[in-house]
């Protein structure tokens, strides 16, 4: 997080864990509420049709990296409940890491801060998926079409579905 350098999950380091992940959380639904505001004024403003709002992560993504009574936690301090969460969110589209079915352009030469192994990548993608299990338009994309540009196509395909809907 912005410089912040994670924890880790040992007992050793769980209250600073359980602070990480609640600032953590805090300022992402801060965020998402300011944004959600600013899009409804923009939309009141020009008239237009709704906002499409895009989030590189979702509040749900959390729920992996921390043990899940703490998670508990972190949702009974803000007052939520995991379905409050999900419901935050019209459509969920999960591009899984390129370490599950594309190993070759996995790398950690071109983003320094990604530390994790191609392993650890597929293990916290399956957190990360398992999380958001119960959304009711939650899409998977995976690495099986031919290139990048594909795989973009096909999350856009979700995207724009959900819009002409």
């Given at each position: 997080m912005q410089g912040f350098p994670y924890p880790g999950m040992g007992a050793d380091v769980h209250d600073l864990l359980h602070d990480f992940e609640l600032q953590l959380f805090k300022t992402q639904l801060q965020f998402e509420n300011t944004v959600r505001h600013m899009a409804g004024k923009r939309d009141q403003l020009l008239r237009k049709r709704p906002s499409v709002i895009f989030y590189d992560r979702g509040l749900m993504d959390m729920k992996a990296y921390m043990p899940a009574?703490?998670?508990?936690?972190?949702?009974?301090?803000?007052?939520?409940?995991?379905?409050?969460?999900?419901?935050?969110?019209?459509?969920?589209?999960?591009?899984?890491?390129?370490?599950?079915?594309?190993?070759?352009?996995?790398?950690?030469?071109?983003?320094?801060?990604?530390?994790?192994?191609?392993?650890?990548?597929?293990?916290?993608?399956?957190?990360?998926?398992?999380?958001?299990?119960?959304?009711?338009?939650?899409?998977?994309?995976?690495?099986?079409?031919?290139s990048f540009a594909d795989k973009v196509e096909r999350a856009t395909a979700h995207v724009l579905a959900l819009v002409k809907s």
């Open positions: 009574p703490m998670w508990d936690a972190v949702l009974a301090q803000e007052g939520l409940t995991e379905d409050a969460v999900r419901a935050r969110y019209d459509l969920v589209v999960h591009l899984v890491t390129a370490a599950d079915g594309a190993p070759a352009f996995y790398t950690t030469e071109n983003n320094s801060a990604r530390t994790e192994t191609p392993e650890m990548a597929r293990q916290n993608d399956a957190r990360v998926q398992a999380a958001w299990a119960g959304h009711v338009n939650w899409r998977r994309v995976d690495n099986s079409g031919p």
